[in-house]
Nanobody, 118 residues
Framework: QTQLEESGGGLVQAGESLELSCKAS????????AAWFRQSPEKEREFLAR????????IYADSVKGRFTASGDNAESTVYLQMNGLTSEDTAIYLC???????????WGQGTQVTVSS
């Protein structure tokens, strides 16, 4: 099973930017995409973006389109999430996930905490 490790979280001020990374290891041949989600105590887990490993195609949730940029490096098995104009509403644990062609998530990372102070 693919193992995912997120990094790059931390404490930032409102309006600042942050870039998260997710390194995938022990990838299976069926791995098709990596995705970013976030989870906060007050809200359900929220999909943010998905990066297809082979094509590099990116799909965004409407809530972050234009403010977050996801990208991937297939050779390095790493995906990134550049987040700009952060607000306190972005405070959450950010999780990386991966899955196969069906679109179903097969693996989750442990997450990295992002805290935005206003």
């Amino acid at each position: 099973q693919t193992q995912l490790e997120e990094s790059g979280g931390g404490l930032v001020q409102a309006g600042e930017s942050l870039e998260l990374s997710c390194k995938a290891s022990r990838r299976s041949f069926s791995d098709y995409f990596a995705a970013w989600f976030r989870q906060s105590p007050e809200k359900e887990r929220e999909f943010l973006a998905r990066v297809d490993w082979t094509t590099g195609r990116v799909i965004y949730a409407d809530s972050v389109k234009g403010r977050f940029t996801a990208s991937g490096d297939n050779a390095e098995s790493t995906v990134y999430l550049q987040m700009n104009g952060l607000t306190s509403e972005d405070t959450a644990i950010y999780l990386c996930a991966s899955g196969g062609p069906s679109g179903r998530v097969d693996s989750w990372g442990q997450g990295t905490q992002v805290t935005v102070s206003s």
